[in-house]
């Protein structure tokens, strides 16, 4: 370790420890970029390292992630020591690199430019938590496989739900509390929080941190201390509860078809609309289902009564009503979903107890960064709501709701 830099005795296991990933979370002002950012110019000094330093999505390195990099280089002293270009910084000492790339490219294609690199022996992802899928993680861990070196998977994040992958695979599924600093197994865990990294933040952004601990304790157990979310932050449906379902008059099934790995859902709703509530009950919610499981899932459930499902699945509907079922397809048409999203919340939402599925999307449901749109994923259940709910307060199914 260069002795000319100091980094907190926290990160001092990343440059022992023999893991294969090392799972670094904190809030703001913890330090984890400045630890790790030294950690990988002190490995460019053995020589045969090769390092794949990633975000999900990656601009413009050069402007925004080596400026960093270059800064940590001169508090080191060995500026001479490094070649720097757009995309890579090399130690010229022992031919080892850092090179920076997106794991989406502009076009939206996951891992594509990662395809042609070879020998990586340590792939870092930061900003993790904008890594949903963990099936494009895999693709990539499984490919770093060097021989030669230690193999280093390294995750950098600021906790988000404790829906994301990386809480259920390295903390729920291992049994490892959060915010813990150990070793298990083939993983490393680091936490740091602001405490840790005082000297070198300002009175200014000290200041602010203690006013939103007194004013937002629970922003800042998230975004400071680093706290794991029961939900999101900013979810778009906010009036709902557990209970008890009860049926009324006006009852029918929601249903949304899956793709592939998605998700196809069932579930039941009746509304009161002099009260303007609506309860839900999941039925089911499942992947890869065939015409003929779709079918005898909700005869099972549903016998004759009608079910609204989404309209994208012209043949498999027509099937379905040539199996006996009653169902009928919701009508999408411009502004429909935020008009559902309208009538979601224009109405108190009672959700049965055990409804995991739903309770999980209205916990993560949120909007896009500009709050024209929301988000797609953790909709599954909610888009079924949506279609029975909307038949059921129109009477018809025009797929507009104007709220009075």
């Known amino acids: 370790m260069n002795n000319n830099i100091n980094i907190h005795n926290k990160y001092i296991p990343i440059f022992k420890n023999d893991s294969r990933y090392f799972v670094v979370t904190g809030g703001r002002g913890s330090g984890k970029s400045f630890g790790i950012n030294v950690f990988l110019l002190n490995l460019t000094y053995e020589q045969g390292h090769k390092v794949l330093f990633s975000r999900y999505t990656m601009i413009s390195a050069h402007t925004s992630i080596i400026p960093e990099f270059i800064e940590k280089i001169n508090l080191m002293g060995v500026h001479e020591d490094f070649r720097i270009t757009k995309d890579e910084i090399m130690n010229l000492k022992t031919g080892s690199s850092i090179i920076f790339k997106g794991i989406r490219t502009s076009s939206g294609n996951q891992t594509a430019a990662l395809k042609s690199l070879n020998g990586i022996t340590t792939f870092v992802v930061d900003e993790a938590e904008e890594l949903v899928d963990e099936g494009v993680f895999d693709k990539i861990d499984f490919s770093i496989r060097s021989q030669l070196k230690q193999n280093r998977v390294i995750l950098i994040l600021n906790p988000t739900t404790k829906e994301h992958w990386i809480y ?75 209970g008890d379902f009860i049926p009324t008059e006006l009852t029918c099934y929601g249903q949304d078809f899956g793709f592939s790995a998605d998700l196809t ?54 099937e ?15 502004g429909s979903i935020l008009s559902g999203i309208a009538l979601m919340q224009d109405y108190e939402i009672i959700v049965d107890r055990g409804s995991h599925g739903v309770i999980r999307e209205l916990n993560n449901y949120v909007w896009k960064d500009k709050g024209e749109a929301p988000i797609d994923k953790f909709n599954h259940f909610i888009d079924a709501i949506r279609y029975g709910m909307m038949y059921l307060v129109q009477g018809v199914n025009s797929g507009v709701y104007v709220i009075r």
């Open 168 to 242: 259920q695979r390295f903390f729920q599924n291992e049994n490892i509390l959060p915010a813990s600093n150990l070793q298990k197994g083939d993983v490393t865990y680091v936490h740091t929080t602001y405490k840790d990294n005082k000297d070198n933040l300002s009175e200014s952004f000290l200041g602010r941190i203690f006013e939103m601990k007194r004013k937002r304790p629970d922003k800042y157990q998230h975004q400071i201390l680093g706290g794991w979310l029961e939900k999101a932050e900013g979810t778009i449906i906010r009036k709902w509860r557990v």
């Open 265 to 318: 859902t069932l579930v039941k709703i009746s509304i009161d609309k002099h009260a303007r509530k609506v309860w839900v009950k999941e039925i089911y919610g499942k992947a890869h289902l065939n015409t003929s499981e779709v079918a005898t899932r909700n005869r099972n459930e549903c016998g004759m009564d009608l079910i609204i499902c989404d309209n994208s699945e012209p043949r498999l509907i027509s």
């Open 320 to 334: 379905l009503k040539t199996l006996g079922l009653n169902i009928k397809p919701t009508i999408k048409k411009k």
